[in-house]
């Protein structure tokens, strides 16, 4: 199994441009989440979506973030537009039924100039 | 409120001495306790699963044990490559989202 897989890996974008990142979960996981990582903050949870079905949003920080999954194998967050203060590395990680259990991709490392 | 809380923060261990990372939980209902190791760079990778009190799992060098208020990764004997970040999480009955705490960066010396 290939694991979660994320692109790109890395992003470096001006501010006020749109960003998008993109994320397949593992075949058969049934639940996908979003997360970004900073020194300051840590690991927090933006989104997590159920067959395909937004369940909790209330870590996205603000409306410029959005989020979709338009089918099991696909998802994407995009920032628009995007700020300095959101230079992170942004994580998917996908799970199997509610087992708790999530496996995480390699991650975007996101810089905003 | 359900929180998660590591410590220390940071750990720096000579190669062959054994120590204890802790993680204290406050939660309203435990489904599991989740630990992670993380290297620079990379994405968060499952170590460990513990469902109830008293539960213990092992992986090499790494033993992961359970109480009703924590959990402590016991390192034997640690070697360089353990070097990393180790997270714990929760898994409640609230919500099918877990918790995170903010990790243990652990460097071991040759």
């Known amino acids: 199994d290939a694991g979660v897989i994320q692109?790109?890996?890395h992003e470096v974008t001006e501010m006020g441009q749109e960003v998008t990142?993109?994320?397949?979960?593992i075949s058969g996981h049934d639940y996908l989440f979003w997360y970004r990582q900073t020194m300051m903050r840590g690991l927090e949870l933006l989104i997590y979506f159920n067959n395909n079905v937004p369940i909790d949003d209330s870590g996205m920080p603000e409306d410029r973030f959005s989020a979709k999954m338009p089918n099991a194998s696909f998802s994407t967050l995009k920032?628009?537009?995007s700020e300095p203060r959101d230079s992170a590395v942004y994580f998917c990680a996908s799970s199997f039924s509610g087992k708790g259990t999530q496996y995480f991709g390699p991650g975007t490392r996101l810089l905003v100039l | 409120e359900d929180q998660v809380t590591q410590s220390p923060e940071a750990l720096r261990l000579q190669e062959g001495e054994s120590s204890s990372l802790n993680c204290s939980y406050t939660v309203s209902g435990l489904r599991g306790l989740f630990w992670y190791r993380q290297d620079?760079?990379?994405g968060p990778e499952f170590l460990f699963t513990l469902y109830s009190a008293g539960e213990e799992k092992e992986k090499e060098r790494l033993k992961a044990t359970l109480t009703k208020k924590e959990s402590f990764l016991?390192?034997?004997?640690?070697?360089p490559e353990d070097s990393a970040t180790y997270l714990c999480a929760v898994f409640t009955y609230n919500t099918d989202k877990l918790i995170f705490g903010t990790g243990t960066r652990l460097q071991?010396?040759?």
């Open chain 1, 7 to 9: 692109s790109p890996r």
């Open chain 2, 74 to 79: 016991h390192i034997t004997a640690p070697k």
């Open chain 2, 40 to 42: 620079p760079g990379k």
């Open chain 2, 108 to 110: 071991v010396f040759p």
């Open chain 1, 79 to 81: 920032i628009q537009p």
């Open chain 1, 21 to 25: 990142l993109r994320c397949k979960p």
